[in-house]
């Protein structure tokens, strides 16, 4: 039997490469997308081209939309809501959670479901055994098209709150960002004494490397754990211990001239845990200081 029709709105990099994973897979793909010759390599791999984002929406019941932001989302379908009805949304662009619940209530308004994702996986990787992809929001219609969406990565549905999926999505590049802005930070300091990065970069991979062998020590799961019952048992790797380090972290990209805002902000979150007297706890403390605003 044929497979169920799929469009496709939004063809960057990430939604050829959907497209070209469905096609592969079988389903007959409709695609729109803005600037129009970026269609082109999806349409000779087998896709149909519409005219129009409501001549695509209309060509079948899942629709999936790969965006900038969610703003994009609106900037294509506003002028096609009436053709919404029935349909299933499933939106994997990244925005923040606020934006993903008012997309919901949006799409609901028309008489469409919505479901939200969160690639976790760059372009090269979609369709690939290693790709994953977070989803929430409308479980029923999630359930209908996960045989499909199974095709783009591994499925992981987070419940009904549509906010959820890109809440798990940011919080993942929250530490990608983190950790790509410290190798960077950390280059440029060792730049200020002409140490190249071809230099660095293989020196600093190494210590990377001790991270996840760190954070799994006693098993990852277990730390996890220990975080929730609010337990901080510290160890070699203190509060103190860690914000000494931090101050001198801090202290040698002033002398050497280097910008201080990224280890100035990771010295006040160890700062925050001895003032409130925390100091002898494991470093992981730091989260009490990070739930809230800075007072
Ligand atoms: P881009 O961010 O390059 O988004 C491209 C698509 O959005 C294009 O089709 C573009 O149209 C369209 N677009 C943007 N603004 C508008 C608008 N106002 N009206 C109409 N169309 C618009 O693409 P990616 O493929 O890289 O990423 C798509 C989403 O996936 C993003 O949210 C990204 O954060 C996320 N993501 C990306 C990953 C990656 O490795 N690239 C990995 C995981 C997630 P046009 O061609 O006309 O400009």
């Given at each position: ?18 497209v070209r994973t469905l096609i592969a897979a079988g389903h007959?793909v ?15 791999a087998g ?80 369709g ?23 095709h ?144």
């Open positions: 039997p044929a497979l169920s029709p799929v469009t496709v709105l939004g063809l960057g990099p990430m939604g050829q490469a959907m007959p409709t695609v729109w997308n803005r600037t129009r010759s970026r269609a082109d390599d999806v349409v000779a896709a149909k081209l519409a005219a129009t984002p409501s001549e695509a929406v209309a060509a079948g019941k899942l629709v999936i939309l790969s965006l900038t932001d969610y703003q994009a989302m609106w900037d294509v379908l506003g002028d096609s809501t009436g053709s919404l009805a029935g349909r299933t949304l499933v939106n994997l662009s990244s925005d923040t959670p606020d934006k993903t619940r008012e997309a919901a209530s949006w799409a609901a308004s028309h008489g469409a479901s919505f479901v939200a994702g969160g690639v976790m996986v760059p372009e090269p990787m979609v690939t055994d290693l790709s994953y992809v977070y989803y929430s929001g409308d479980a029923e219609a999630f359930g209908a098209h996960r045989t499909t969406l199974a783009i990565g591994e499925p992981r549905f987070l419940g009904d709150d549509p906010g959820r999926a890109q809440l798990m999505y940011q919080a993942n590049l929250d530490v990608f960002l983190t950790t790509l802005a410290g190798f960077m930070h950390a280059t440029a300091l060792v730049g200020s004494a002409g140490i190249t990065a071809e230099v660095f970069l293989p020196e600093v991979m190494q210590l990377f490397k001790a991270i996840p062998v760190m954070m799994d020590a006693d098993g990852v799961e277990k730390l996890g754990a220990r975080i929730d019952a609010g337990e901080h048992p510290g160890e070699a790797a203190n509060a103190i211990m860690m914000g000494a380090t931090a101050d001198h972290i801090y202290a040698t990209a002033k002398s050497s001239g280097v910008d201080t805002s990224l280890p100035g902000a990771v010295q006040e979150y160890y700062r925050r845990a001895i003032d409130d007297g925390h100091g002898t706890d494991s470093w992981t403390r730091i989260i009490d200081g990070m739930r809230g605003p800075r007072s």
